[in-house]
T-cell receptor, first 114, second 109 residues
Framework: DAMVIQNPRYQVTQFGKPVTLSCSQTLNHNVMYWYQQKSSQAPKLLFH???????NEADTPDNFQSRRPNTSFCFLDIRSPGLGDAAMYLCATSRPSLGNTEAFFGQGTRLTVV | QQPVQSPQAVILREGEDAVINCSSSKALYSVHWYRQKHGEAPVFLMI?????EQKGHEKISASFNEKKQQSSLYLTASQLSYSGTYFCGTSEGTYKYIFGTGTRLKVLA
């Protein structure tokens, strides 16, 4: 089945140690998103790509970077994780058409910072 | 600016009904509804594309009033499995996708 896959499901990293989260898709969608979701809050958009065009939200910290080497893969790099970066990170894809943009989600990566 | 949902939280007994509202300060062209269980990714429930459209999925239905920039989700005869957090989602601009503030729903036996 076509899907969005995030690895790993659970990631524990040390304070200040760089960490990379990955997302792959078999949907061939041209838009990919990264969201951060903290407990009891709505998913917050960090970045999105349309093909290779990168769009950074104004309030996304510089500590967060992203790479999209090809249509299928997208990475979230956290250069120096702080305790406040512990959250669920959601990857999603879409193929906007006729004014409709439905997002398809991966299962998320739960990041713990120790 | 993200759509605002109301209420923020609701507790129901099995079999009771609930309405969750989603209001946007910007024009809405389509609205999606998701349910998220604790520790899991959001699960798509339904999409509404046209103003005034209503759709149903078993005992869960939704309406979309384009002029009022609002959508409502109706849960009838709620079941324990309906517990979770509900989000509306919509596109902002051409490719950006954002979520509403969320509504926590708990159904008690």
């Amino acid at each position: 089945d076509a899907m969005v896959i995030q690895n790993p499901r659970y990631q524990v990293t040390q304070f200040g140690k760089p960490v990379t989260l990955s997302c792959s898709q078999t949907l061939n969608h041209n838009v990919m998103y990264w969201y951060q979701q903290k407990s009891s809050q709505a998913p917050k958009l960090l970045f999105h790509y349309y093909d290779k065009d990168f769009n950074n939200e104004a309030d996304t910290p510089d500590n967060f970077q992203s790479r999209r080497p090809n249509t299928s893969f997208c990475f979230l790099d956290i250069r120096s994780p702080g305790l406040g970066d512990a959250a669920m990170y959601l990857c999603a894809t879409s193929r906007p058409s006729l004014g409709n943009t439905e997002a398809f989600f991966g299962q998320g990566t739960r990041l713990t910072v120790v | 600016q993200q759509p605002v949902q109301s209420p923020q939280a609701v507790i129901l007994r099995e079999g009771e009904d609930a309405v969750i509202n989603c209001s946007s300060s910007k024009a809405l062209y389509s609205v999606h509804w998701y349910r998220q269980k604790h520790g899991e990714a959001p699960v798509f429930l339904m999409i509404l594309l046209k103003g005034g459209e209503q759709k149903g999925h078993e005992k869960i239905s939704a309406s979309f009033n384009e002029k009022k920039q609002q959508s409502s989700l109706y849960l009838t005869a709620s079941q324990l499995s309906y517990s979770g957090t509900y989000f509306c989602g919509t596109s902002e601009g051409t490719y950006k996708y954002i979520f509403g503030t969320g509504t926590r729903l708990k159904v008690l036996a």
